[in-house]
C-alpha cells in the first residue's frame, strides 16, 4: 500500500515512522517549529497533528464538568478544560504554515480530523497524503464512511476495539470503495502496563486482514517496546514526540525525544535487515567460513593401495576436503599415493 509516492508499506519491511505531535507544541508554533526539526534529524518519516478544536473535540457537558484525565491539570485551578484546550489547538492556518514549513525541513506532514470540516481541510486544503483516524472514532461509522470516500489511504488505530468492532470499521471503509487501510494495533491507556500491551495483536491482526498493512501506535514508555513490534513485521510505528518529557502537557511524559526517535528508527532498520526471509540457508558470508567446519583426516599414514578403515579416519578444521557426512562412502576406498598421518583427504586422494 502506498502511504506516499515514495514509501510504500509492507508487513515485515522497514517501518514508516510518525512522530506524533499531537498538542505537544502546546499551541506554540515556534515549539512545533523545533518538532518537525528534530523528528527529522531523527529519522522520522513524517510528523502529525491533530486537527481538534473547542467546537469538534467535547460537547458542552464535558467543559461544564470542568475535569480531564490528564495528571497536569487535576490539581489546576487557574485554568478551565475549555480554556486549555483552546491554547493547545491548532487552527487551520497554524496548520497549513506547520506543512509548509515541513515541506521545507523534508517531511512529511498529516493530522488526525476530528469532524468532516476537518477532514475536508485536510484532503483539500493541506494535500495530506493518507488519513489518520484516533481510535475514538473506530466505531464511528458514518464519520469513517465520509472518510473513506475521499479516497486517499487510511490509517486507522483501535486502542478500545475489539475484533468484531475492527471489523466493522474495515468493512465500512472498504463498503465506500476504499481498500487503501493500515490497521493500527493500539492501547489507549497512557501508558499502558508491559503486560496489557498484547503486541502479538499484530499478528492476530496481520492474519484477520492479510491484505493490508499493520503497524502499532505506541503509548509505551521507552523504545523497547515499538522495536519489539518490527520484530513483528509492523509496517507503520507512531510514537508521540516532544523535546522535553517534564514539559506541561498532555503527552509529553509518554513521549519519545529526539534520542529515543533515533533508537527506534535505526533500531527498526537494522531489525529489518536482520529479519531478512524465511528461507533457511548458509549466507554468502557463511560460506566463506568453511573452514570453520570439519574434513575427514588420516589418523595414521597410508600407503598407495591400501584402503581406509573406520580406524584411519578422524574429523578436523578446516573445512576445504571431504566432508564428515561422506565417511561411510570413503571407508573400504583406497587412496592413489602414499599419505601422511593427520593428512586432510580429498576426492583427487581416492581410487
Known sequence: MKITNSFDLKNNST??????????????????????????????????????????????KKYEDNYFIADDYRDR??????????????????????????????????????????????VDELKSPFIKVASMDLNNLPFLEYLAQKKLPMIISTGLSELYEIDKAVRTIENAGNKQICILHCVSTYPPVDSDVNLNNIITL?????????????????????????????????????????????????????????VIVKGAGRITDALGDFRIRATESDEKKAEFRRSIVLTRSLKAGEKITCNDIDYKRPGVGIKPELSKFVIGLAVNKDLEADHILMKSDLT
Open 15 to 60: 517501518p514508516y515512522i510518525i512522530a506524533e505531535l499531537g498538542s505537544n507544541h502546546n499551541g506554540d508554533m515556534e515549539l512545533a517549529k523545533k518538532l518537525i526539526i528534530e523528528a527529522k534529524e531523527a529519522g522520522a518519516n513524517c510528523v502529525k497533528f491533530q486537527s481538534w478544536s473547542k467546537d469538534s473535540i467535547f460537547a458542552k
Open 77 to 122: 485551578t487557574d485554568f478551565t478544560l475549555e480554556q486549555i484546550v483552546e491554547e493547545y489547538s491548532i487552527s487551520a492556518k497554524e496548520l497549513l504554515e506547520m506543512k509548509k514549513f515541513a515541506d521545507e525541513v523534508g517531511i512529511d506532514c498529516s493530522s488526525t480530523p476530528f469532524n468532516q470540516a476537518e477532514a475536508d481541510f485536510l
Open 206 to 262: 496481520s492474519k484477520a486482514y492479510p491484505d493490508y498493512p499493520i503497524g502499532f501506535s505506541d503509548h509505551t514508555i521507552g523504545t523497547e517496546i515499538p522495536l519489539a513490534s518490527v520484530a513483528l513485521g509492523a509496517a507503520l510505528i507512531e510514537k508521540h514526540f516532544t523535546l522535553d518529557k517534564n514539559m506541561e502537557g498532555w503527552d509529553h511524559k509518554v513521549s519519545a525525544t529526539k534520542d529515543e526517535l533515533e
